[in-house]
């Protein structure tokens, strides 16, 4: 079945230092991909998506193109700041499957120190 | 503006009582979703419905109850056969489009003593 596989966290970087949370997923057909972030005691909120290869999704600084070549959507900043200290979530939704559920990764942590 | 709400935020009961989770959305989404989450873990489909009067288990139903009488409110009882209840619990609800994503209430941290 479908499945997503993210970079085991936790993460930790220093302020201004560049993210990389890998992603990696398996999926029939053309599904969409989506990237959630999670602050302490919160619920998930999307932080960006992409809905076919190529496409590049972006928001706050944050980057993932959808790479269909390699199954991959990782999420990409160039300079983290403390207020990004977060889990984040890959995942993937496609029509047919399971109802059209979104599969989601395991959740990577992010810690950034200052 | 739409959301989803979820309450209480915080929520504490005896071991061996029932307790009923609420949320609410003025979304109008045809889905619904609720998800455990423990510390450090990531998320568990509990339940989800597509349709008012209409559910479906998820991967760890056992020792929870829902019902989706109205399009807006699924509400997710959490049972006393439910083995280890305490854990932070998430709603969602999404349209049946696939480009879209769910969207996620803030959240009910259920503590049982």
């Known amino acids: 079945g479908d499945s997503v596989t993210q970079m085991e966290g936790p993460v930790t970087l220093s302020e201004e230092a560049f993210l990389t949370i890998n992603c990696t997923y398996t999926?029939?057909?053309?599904?969409?991909l989506f990237w959630y972030v999670q602050y302490p005691g919160e619920g998930l909120q999307l932080l960006l998506k992409?809905?076919?290869?190529?496409d590049k999704g972006s928001n706050k600084g944050f980057e993932a193109t959808y790479r269909k070549e390699t199954t991959s959507f990782h999420l990409e900043k160039g300079s983290v700041q403390v207020s990004d200290s977060a889990v984040y979530f890959c995942?993937?939704?496609?029509?047919?499957?399971?109802?059209?559920?979104?599969?989601f990764g395991q959740g990577t942590e992010l810690s950034v120190k200052p | 503006d739409g959301g989803i709400t979820q309450s209480p935020k915080y929520l504490f009961r005896k071991e061996g009582q029932n307790v009923t989770l609420s949320c609410e959305q003025n979304?109008?989404?045809?889905?619904m979703y609720w998800y455990r989450q423990d510390p450090g873990q990531g998320l568990r489909l509990i339940y989800y419905?597509?349709?008012?009067?209409?559910?479906q288990k998820g991967d760890i139903a056992e020792g929870y109850s829902v019902s989706r009488e109205k399009k807006e409110s699924f509400p997710l009882t959490v049972t006393s056969a439910q083995k280890n209840p305490t854990a932070f619990y998430l709603c969602?609800?999404?349209?049946?489009?696939?480009?879209?994503?769910?969207?996620f209430g803030s959240g009910t941290r259920l503590t049982v003593v």
């Open positions: 992409a809905t076919k290869a190529d």
């Open positions: 969602a609800s999404s349209s049946g489009t696939v480009s879209y994503g769910y969207t």
């Open positions: 979304l109008n989404h045809d889905a």
């Open positions: 419905s597509q349709i008012v009067n209409d559910f």
């Open positions: 995942a993937l939704r496609r029509g047919g499957n399971q109802g059209g559920k979104l599969i």
């Open positions: 999926a029939t057909g053309y599904p969409s």
